[in-house]
């Protein structure tokens, strides 16, 4: 696997789309400047996709909303497991087996 590098910024990479989109080749852009053809090609393509061009993939916004919703729903499972634990805890702490939820 090659090196991975920091994230290009946004600018760039509109700037870069906009150069493609005028005529410009992907093929030269990436010889005058660093990206591959292949991120230039993508970055067109999910530039289409946010623009309303394409539908064959999530939107920028999409993903970002994909990505806190599993962020969230990870953190939910976290709180549930130390939850669970922490009633089981107490459970026999006291003595008392609380009743069995059928939500489980």
Known sequence: MGATRKA???EFRIRIVELARSGRSPV???KEFEPTVQTINAWV???DRDDGHREDGLTSSDREE???LRR???QLRQEREILAKAAAWFARETGTIPP???RS
């Open 100 to 102: 069995k939820s059928s």
């Open 45 to 47: 393509r999910q530039a």
């Open 8 to 10: 290009y910024a946004a």
């Open 72 to 74: 969230e729903n990870k």
């Open 28 to 30: 030269d852009l990436a």
């Open 66 to 68: 994909l990505q806190r």
